[in-house]
């Protein structure tokens, strides 16, 4: 039977797995301030129980707004009781019929356990586990973006109700990858901020948005499904690098960067996907910790981008400005007085609970800006339906988690990010080998495959597995041999590399399946070379030197790696890049290889060349190249890669032909404003109207862009069309180009798929300049789509 019960009741069913199974037993040493046979706090049923009378308590009168309701909750708390709640394991108040609350749930990827709100248990011993974020961005498809979120929020929300999970999830994170030695890359969308935002709002909108619910005209009283958290805000790209790690480093940035780079994919995630709760990070941005830093919370966060809902900490936080930091040498109380100020609503930790009672006693913060902030929770948790329910959720359950759909849109979305880098005469893919080798420290992967912020699978698929069923299933293979090569990724020792030399020597063909796993890199751990780890080059080439058959190699990984030496070696005929593909990723990658799917991924960050990351320090911020180091990601950088942002190849060809419409813009300019012609513009040619500011224009002008994708060769395929546009030349510090739209399309063998673009002007062609303005060039503009390219003439009438 189904238990619905609040948080507080994990605890208890996890002591009854291990005492009885009894509910209404004598619960021992457990303090349970609510009965778990309710899924809603504002249950009369429930309030009875508890000895009160629900009726006498206003926020729990369904006719009021939220507002009010959390108000009027607020306002029956003491002081000590308006602490208790600010950490992210709430107290509850019993005396007033509120219960615990534990904030901190995640699901990046799936429904996690890394936070002590979701528990796996006897109940649920599984969620679907998708793959990690970067190969999901890999797929560069909007819907598959939003339906994983969907999905996993099906799955929260039916955990939720059986007592497995809260109903706040602390994901996406939406850091932008700015260099490629990054622990975190696996979690994130890639380099582009653009692609980040956008995958943000999709992820976002698939977790929170309730069916039917999407749009309201009092956003703070829309129906969440679950409540989704953008995170880490901002600037927060160094974890633990040559002796520099996140809870000491101060990023130094610009305000160019900052518009432009960093904080773009959270004004997309606040403004377009209106999510309900920012996190804030452990570095420091230009000296200020960014959790007390009230230009970047209240001010921008708050009041420019008009957050309907939360601030929270990344997990202590304050802590990490006391210890870390030693922002100011604060104490406790003072550190966490200043967050408040700033506009930190939340505290994953204990420093709000500890100190901000005395914070107020001693007159260092107003007790209504804790009253405000316990105004924005309760809001957020009333309209997940923590205090009324939400009908159309309340008989989701086990049934609801791991389904069938589930498990094959894990596996889905595993083969459209895979990246074909590499096909030499058309190898892949495999028809019949009488005898395949299958070598590699990764080719027996399992929770490899999930990376970090993962959960319990529902079950896993590793790539030998996946191999053997399909390639059994198709009658294309008739005998496997395996040869790990090495013990494990970090492949210290080569005594196993003879041994994987003896079979890849008589078989057909031979796969080779390297990589990193989180012991390479992760969270609190980046990488210092970008090379794949140990004796795996050794192993590659000593294994393709002798191979019979074609050589496939399968880099399983994060970030990138330098294999400049794979795709210049002849014996490898194909290279794929697979990520960590989830819990069905072994599926997906033998689905790929024996073709019964056409891989389209693109590469959503650059492959840098090891020789670029001896070039500049990871904690050089800018973008640009400046002081003798490289520009980062392929809006600065265009020396030498192993493979470019945006690369991916098909087992067909495709052919484009671009128009657009209009050819030219005319703007005229309105009375009172001015052509913006400052010195950092610097063109080359004089231009009497250089460009004009953003903010002061009306930006009503479209561009129209039809891109028809021919698919030239045999086999049906589906590619991603990515369309740049380019300034005008001779614009100091402007990116070489900019990913301005990009949608994925399936376009069978021999016919061709339109693809339609609307660009407004002002969103798609503007630049950030050195002093920070949103401008937009007068002159020649180009739009790019791969080799094709037209221009765009913007003119200013004056
Ligand atoms: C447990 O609850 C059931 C139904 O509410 C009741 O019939 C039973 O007597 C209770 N058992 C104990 C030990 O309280
Ligand atoms: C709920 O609020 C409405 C509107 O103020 C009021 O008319 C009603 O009596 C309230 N209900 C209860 C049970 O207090
Ligand atoms: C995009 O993803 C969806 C799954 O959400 C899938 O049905 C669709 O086929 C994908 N589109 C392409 C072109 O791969
Ligand atoms: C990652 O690799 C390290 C060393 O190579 C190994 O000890 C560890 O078990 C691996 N972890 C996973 C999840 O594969
Ligand atoms: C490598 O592994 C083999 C087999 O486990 C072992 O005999 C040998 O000592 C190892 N070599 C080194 C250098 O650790």
Known sequence: MATSCLLPCIAVLFLAAFVSSSRNMSLGPIQVDVPNDFSYVCDPQRFRQQGLDMDKFTYCNKSLSYQVRAKDLVDQMTLDDKVQQMGNSAKGVYRIGLPKYEWWSEALHGVSDVGPGVKFDNVVPGATSFPTVILTAASFNQSLWRNIGQVVSTEARAMYNLGNA?????????????????????ETAGEDPFVVGTYAINYVRGLQDVQGAEQSSDPNSRSLKVSSCCKHYTAYDVDAWEGVDRFHFNALVAEQDMLETFNRPFEMCVKDGDVSSVMCSY?????????????????????????????????????????????????GDDASAQTLKAGLDLDCGHFYPDYLKSAVLNGKVREAEIDRSLNYLYVVLMRLGFFDGIEQYKSLGKGDVCTEQHIALASQAAREGTVLLKNEGGALPLSHVSKLAVIGPLAKATELMLGNYAGIPCQFVSPLDGLTKVGQLLSAVDHVIYQPGCVDPKCQNDSLILPAINAAKDADATIIFVGTNLSIENEGLDRTDLYLPGYQTQLINQVAAVSRGPVILVIMSAGGVDIQFAKDNEKIKSILWAGWPGEEGGLAIADVIFGRYNPGGKLPITWYTNEYVKQLPMTSMPLRPVDGYPGRTY??????????FGYGISYTNFRYEVTSSPESLRFTLKPYQHCYSQNHMNKDQDSPCPAIIIEHSECTHFIQVEVTVHN????????????????????????????????????????????????????????????????????????FVADESVPLEVNFDY
Not at 172 to 186: E, L
Not at 284 to 312: M, Q, S
Not at 724 to 729: F, T
Request: proline letters at 7%; aromatic letters at 10%.
């Open 712 to 783: 030239v060769g045999m086999r049906d395929g589906n590619e991603v069309v990515m369309v740049y546009s380019a300034p005008p030349p001779g614009i100091v510090g402007a990116p070489i180009k900019q990913l301005i739209g990009f949608q994925r399309v399936h376009v069978a063998a021999g016919q061709n798929v339109k693809v339609k673009f609307s660009f407004n002007a002002c969103d798609s062609f503007n630049i950030i300049d050195a002093a920070a303005y949103n401008i937009l060039p007068s002159g020649t503009h180009k739009i």
């Open 283 to 331: 570095n420091r941005v230009n000296g200020f910790p960014t959790c007390a830093d009230p230009n970047l919370l209240k001010g921008t966060i708050r009041e420019e981008w008009d957050l309907h809902g939360y601030i929270v900490s990344d997990c202590d936080s304050i802590e990490v400005m006391v210890d870390g930091h030693k922002w100011l040498d604060d104490k």
């Open 635 to 644: 809006k600065f950088y265009d020396g030498p890669t192993v493979y470019p």
């Open 166 to 186: 809260g109903l706040t999830f602390w994901s996406p994170n939406i850091n932008v990858v700015r260099d490629p030695r990054w622990g975190r890359i696996t």
